[in-house]
């Protein structure tokens, strides 16, 4: 059971445009920073959104990030079929068992 | 560029430990924190916990406590995670990342599968 809470599955067909969700609580997306990562089958995660909202160097801008209260979106705009992965995001929790954490993950299937 | 290369594939007795190394080239290794995470097969992400190359300070994922170990070696830009007492449970792919802020683990290491079986 994930501290964060993502649907395990999103489909949209290419070209199109879709958001996931990711809930927490004040402890830890109330408080703190979202960042999301693409993991495609087989490799290690990929850094797609910091910051809430921020994005590293290449990655382009159809992927954007948002954050209200204790919720965050993550969105995809002209959705291509090398978008089809795992999508996670990830913040500090500072409960007592204060740490990292990560939602359970999203699968992207492009149709 | 910014690289982290994880050691090869391990296979463990349930009771062991094992200790996955992660060496980092193309930035300044005492720069920034490194943090372990690791993934069960068909699951998510898990946070393992983090470590200061600069200071050796860590700090661990409270269900890990007492079981795992953070070290580095900063002659040779090298960090390791040690896990003991391993059971089947702690069978999955072990990933270092180069945290350069708390929330931008910007760098991976390609990952490290570690498979605990009789």
């Known amino acids: 059971q994930s501290v964060l809470t993502q649907p395990p599955s999103v489909s949209a067909a290419p070209g199109q445009k879709v958001t996931i969700s990711c809930s927490g609580s004040s402890s830890n997306i109330g408080d703190n920073y979202v960042s999301w990562y693409q993991q495609l089958p087989g490799t290690a995660p990929k850094l797609l959104i910091y910051?809430?909202?921020k994005r590293p160097s290449g990655i382009p801008d159809r992927f954007s990030g948002s954050k209200s209260g204790t919720s965050a979106t993550l969105g995809i705009t002209g959705l291509q079929t090398g978008d089809e992965a795992d999508y996670y995001c990830?913040?500090?929790?500072?409960?007592?068992?204060?740490?990292?954490?990560f939602g359970g993950g999203t699968k992207l299937t492009v149709l | 560029q910014v690289q982290l290369v994880q050691s090869g594939a391990e296979v463990k007795k349930p009771g062991a430990s094992v200790k996955v190394s992660c060496k980092a080239s193309?930035?300044?290794?005492?720069?920034?924190?490194i943090y372990w995470v690791r993934q069960a097969t068909g699951q998510g992400l898990e946070w393992m916990g983090w470590?200061?190359?600069?200071?050796?300070?860590?700090d661990y994922a409270q269900r890990f406590q007492g079981r795992v170990t953070m070290t580095r070696d900063t002659s040779i830009n090298t960090a390791y995670m040690e896990l003991s007492s391993l059971t089947s449970e702690d069978t999955a792919v072990y990933y270092c990342?180069?945290?350069?802020?708390?929330?931008?683990?910007?760098?991976w290491g390609q990952g490290t599968l570690v498979t605990v079986s009789s």
């Open positions: 470590m200061n190359p600069s200071s050796g300070n860590t």
């Open positions: 990830g913040t500090w929790d500072t409960s007592l068992s204060a740490g990292g954490v």
């Open positions: 910051e809430n909202d």
């Open positions: 990342a180069r945290a350069a802020q708390r929330d931008k683990l910007d760098y």
């Open positions: 193309g930035y300044t290794f005492t720069s920034s924190d």
